[in-house]
């Protein structure tokens, strides 16, 4: 059986050379939607939040776990809206 | 169910990757956000959905402050002010991450748990203090040059050493509390000193790299609390922030280290050695020459942001094209104050996006040019970076405006760009100089053409 973390590693490896590929073919034009839209998906941490504040365990990770969640969505909510607002601005030139 | 849940982030991560395809091109971009963002919600219903969880209160209240906090400061935020917003969020972004991997500690936790909980830690301390460091600087709520001092290595030196040491003695498993505060006080520390010896020119590069770390937490915290989506999504991010570091570093011509550590444009100014005369113009008679112009270039830098000339500038495009002027736009990749500001400033303004040209693609219709505008650039547009050696900027691809018949050059004094560098380009026969406020001075051009 081959362990947990040799899973993860790998999910590591293949995702970061994708990542790479994906990214590189961001024109210029972009890069600023591009940066905001990857904050908001960092905010992916919320998933991690939420599993860590809801265990009812014991305070103190009820307490990070809420800190996390209220932080790590500001960049969700934030990031996936402002870069909404910012993508709706790119027109073509009409005619 | 939790194969349910897990397979729910399989998904999740598929969108994400999916959406981030999308932003390949302007026309598909903002349906690519959409359903990263789709990716996001469905990864958050299933974590809710975890049968671990018993305390909803303690998620909602977390969810209803942030989303409220985020939602408002999204609709709120001027587009010039983009590059502050975008630290501060990879400023929360470390944070939370910083916060999880320390929820995730428990006394009984492996080692390989530990190391994971230390990466988290330490990534997303750097970029949460990094990022309010940055922060501060593009807002200009501190002093955005470079803060050098003596021994500034060996403090640096130091507070490594001191994050490896309680780092290792952490995950050796002795007792935990002590060592795990002095983690995150060193890593809130470092975070302050690697950001602070970067001055405010060089911030497309700091901020895309905590952009970067920002991912990169999230991925290491993936790794502490055993998720995958966390991982896929966190290398996701941290691989675009590399990829824009890169990028950026390119188009300075600078390795990264060199960004990091030199302390670049904190004030010392070589002997100036330009030859020549500086010859302004005035704004009536850059519009006689304007009028008969029929190619324009304009080049816009970090000075139209500040002067927040982009609207005026799209009001004197539309009346150049009226007149049968083609116009285009050259933006260099490290214009303005992070990749891509121009961009958003200009398409904020209603300049379409095909009209906004890349360095590698004005650069060869220079020569074609009657008239190239340089609003508020200075060492994007520098000559001595492709003519003289000695310059500290020698060797950085810049747009070569002065291969055009005119360059008309907006400035507001004779003061040097944020490199501290003269410019040859101010003195050169072809050279006007337009000085003045930039917003004032198109505002000026555009009366003359009324």
Known sequence: MIPAEIFLTFILMLSIFLGFELISKVPATL??????????????TVVGAISLAGTGQHDLANWLGAAAVALASINVVGGYLVTDRMLAMFKKKEG | MDILIQFAYVVSA???????????????????????????????????????????????????IGGAIGGAAARMVQMTAMPEMVALFNGFGGLASLLVGWAAFSPSSETFTLVTIILSILIGGVTFTGSMVAYGKLSEKIDSGAVL??????????????IV????????????????????????????????????????????????????????????????VLIVAGSLVGASGIVLTQIMCKAMNRSLGNVLFSGFGSGKVEESTVEGEIKPITVEDAYYVLEAASNVAIVPGYGMAVAQAQHVVKELTELLEQNGTEVNFGIHPVAGRMPGHMNVLLAEADVPYDQLLEMDDINPRMENVDVAIVIGANDVVNPAARESESSPIYGMPIINVDYARTVFVLKRSMASGFAGIENPLFYKDNTRMLFGDAKDSIGGLIREFN
Do not use: E
């Not at chain 2, 932003?23 to 956000?33: K, V």
């Not at chain 2, 001092?149 to 001191?162: E, K, R, T």
């Not at chain 2, 470092?190 to 911030?203: C, E």
């Open chain 2, 14 to 64: 598929a969108l994400f990757i999916y959406g981030l395809k999308q932003l390949g091109s302007p026309a598909t971009a903002r349906r690519g956000n959409s359903i990263s963002a789709l990716g996001m919600l469905l990864a958050v219903v299933a974590a809710l959905l975890d049968q671990g969880i018993v305390d909803f209160q303690w998620i909602v209240f977390g969810f209803v």
């Open chain 1, 31 to 44: 890069h600023t939607p591009l940066m905001s839209g990857a904050n908001a998906i960092s905010g992916i």
């Open chain 2, 149 to 162: 001092f003596n021994g500034q290595q060996v403090v640096n030196s130091l507070i490594v050493l001191g």
């Open chain 2, 165 to 228: 040491l309680s780092a290792v003695m952490f995950c050796a498993g002795s007792g935990g509390g002590f060592w795990l505060f002095l983690v995150i006080t060193l890593s809130l520390v470092f975070g302050v000193m690697v950001v602070i010896p970067i001055g405010g020119a060089d911030m497309p590069v700091v901020i895309s790299l905590l952009n970067s770390y920002s991912g990169l937490a999230a991925c290491a915290a993936g790794f502490a609390v055993d998720n995958n």
